[in-house]
């Protein structure tokens, strides 16, 4: 056959619409949700060539409206578990050895598929099922899996482009093999594009997955299933397996040809599983490669130099855009006590204005969480803090309703001491505390702000005085695998900042990079050489 050394798409991120009203793209959003509203989907799981239907369907409802009923999804066990790692090593033994270019042009056309008509629905499947508004489900599921798709084939070429240098008479190269066995991604309910990229990353590289998502973002994902399979995808490369986490990962453990997972969820999730891959590395033909984020209590540092109005703009966002809801979310903010009453007052005049409610008003900046036991834990943190007066106070919000759909007001704690409870541990809700110090202690509360919390996934500092930036990037050196300076610790793009922490936090396999793909790949090098030597001896042995 033919060969060539191919260009690649040049790296572009996908430009986010606006949803202005009057626009073509609002008017197609809305007529999809409409249409989804209208419906009823069942989801199966997707098994090699085959789409799985159960006995055992499970309902799924819009967070913001759970008495409505957008369809079913079915539940997978065991055997469903075991025919889908069958399935996986057996499209492996073509799609591991297949050219690159013929995977890349796959993912490709998934992203072009997504960019082009499969957006309204993708958007409107996410704002339904996970509860998002217009603008946070455009950023994530369109433009944020069109970039993880697009920019991962320009890395691909980037690793396969580094080779070893060669000798006189040698001929050296590198190949980048998929690992041996299959990948096992688990993927939250907070972002789409996560959920899509986790098992598509490692399918670029030649690997076979099993893909399990959250039950709460099962509605999206059948539309990234049924984008996969339009671009061209192959029977069993990607295999969506609806079964509980500990039904799937008794068998996924346990099985030799487990190669790696590749994990988005709680820390204390990704502990026990890390914990079971070692109680089974005896037992595996390699060492799996264990990637994984896992979450947040994500801090803004704010220093006396700091422009106030700018400051509140960041934390309203940081803090309320989709609920609280993302790992990156602004959780903890330190704010000097000489511009307290100032942040405070515009923040309160922006929460006046803004509206909690379904997204299909795209007037509504916040929505629902995601589901009754989300809630019911924001809720205890609510009201914890009415209960401990002397340690904190709510300064606005409090309210909390999950009669027609799971709504909690966003809510600014104002906490006496830094170490209180909603300082410390990650709620994953539209809370935020703030703790107000001497303005002039600057440099004893950095100690503070990376010694509370033990993740380590994103921060920002916001201040005028670059001194002030300077000291704080140099001595939360280690607290935030994402730093910002004067803006919010939100909204991370696909390579301009690839995502990750430490600590805590996760493995910093850098999603939207090269060091993430370079997880999935098993290099072997091959030395040529072009005149073999047909003497053992060196010139040294020579009188």
């Known amino acids: 056959m033919s060969q060539g050394l191919f260009n690649v798409p040049a790296l572009r991120n996908e430009p986010v619409k606006s949803y202005a009203p009057g626009s073509p793209e609002r008017s197609e959003l809305k007529k999809a949700l409409e249409e ?4 009823l989907v069942e989801i199966p799981q997707y098994i090699g060539g085959e789409e799985v239907f159960s006995q055992n369907k499970k309902r799924v409802s819009p967070p913001h409206d ?7 999804f079915h539940e997978g066990n065991t ?15 073509t799609w591991a050895v297949m050219h690159w270019e013929q995977r890349a042009a796959i993912f490709l056309k998934a992203a072009d598929l997504i960019a082009g008509p499969y957006r309204a629905e993708l958007n409107a499947a996410t704002m339904l099922g996970q509860s998002k508004n217009a603008y946070q489900a455009e950023i994530d599921s369109a433009c944020e899996i069109i970039d993880f798709l697009r920019l991962n084939v320009n890395f691909l070429t980037d690793i396969y482009k580094q080779q ?7 001929w050296n190269r590198m190949e980048y093999r998929p690992l041996e066995g299959f990948i096992f991604a688990i993927t939250p309910f907070n972002f789409t594009a996560i959920a899509g990229n986790l098992p598509a990353a490692p399918a670029l590289m030649g690997n076979v997955v099993l893909w399990k998502p959250a039950f709460t973002q099962v509605y999206a994902a059948n539309v990234i299933m049924k984008v996969f399979k339009a671009a061209g995808l ?6 969506m397996i609806l079964a509980d986490g500990p039904v799937a990962g008794d068998i996924v453990f346990k099985h030799a040809d487990f190669a790696g997972i590749h994990f988005t969820g709680s820390t204390k999730v990704f502990q026990t599983i890390w914990k079971e891959i070692g109680e089974n590395i005896g037992s595996y033909k390699t060492f799996p490669r264990i990637v994984g984020e896992t979450g947040g209590k994500d801090f803004v540092l704010a220093h006396k130099s700091a422009n106030a109005k700018a400051l509140a703009t960041g934390l309203i966002r940081g803090a309320f ?3 609280g809801q993302k790992c990156s979310a602004a959780s903890r903010a330190y704010i000097p006590s000489n511009l307290w009453d100032e942040v405070k007052g515009y923040m309160l005049a922006d929460l006046a204005e803004i509206k909690m409610g379904g997204v299909e008003d795209f007037s509504n900046f916040v929505n629902a969480v995601i589901d009754e036991k989300s809630f019911d834990k924001i809720a205890s943190y609510i009201e914890g803090v009415k209960n401990n007066p002397d340690d904190a106070e709510i300064v606005v919000g409090g309210t909390v309703d999950k009669s027609k759909g799971y709504f909690v007001q966003p809510t600014i704690i104002k906490a006496s001491k830094p170490d209180y409870v909603t300082m410390c541990e990650e709620i994953f809700g539209p809370v935020l505390t703030v703790y107000i110090y001497d303005a002039d202690k600057f440099e004893e509360i950095i100690p503070i702000v990376d010694s509370t919390s033990p993740y380590a996934l994103t921060g920002a500092v916001f201040a005028q005085d670059r001194y002030a930036i300077q000291y704080a990037t140099e001595h939360l050196v280690n607290a935030a695998g994402n730093f910002y300076i004067n803006d919010k610790p939100t909204g991370a793009v696909v390579g301009q900042q690839p995502f990750g922490g430490a600590r805590a936090s996760g493995t910093n396999d850098k999603a939207g990079s090269v060091l993430n793909l370079l997880r999935w790949v098993s290099p072997r090098v091959i030395k040529e050489t072009l005149v073999s030597p047909e003497n053992y001896k060196y010139p040294f042995l020579l009188e």
Do not use: F, T, W
């Open 36 to 39: 989804a509203r209208s419906k």
């Open 321 to 323: 855009e989709y609920q």
């Open 164 to 170: 070893p240098v060669s000798s006189d008479g040698v």
């Open 234 to 239: 192959p029977d069993g490369v990607i295999n």
């Open 79 to 93: 055997e469903d578990v075991k025919k889908a790692i069958d399935s996986a090593l057996e499209a492996r033994k």
């Open 66 to 72: 759970h008495q409505h009923i957008l369809g079913y």
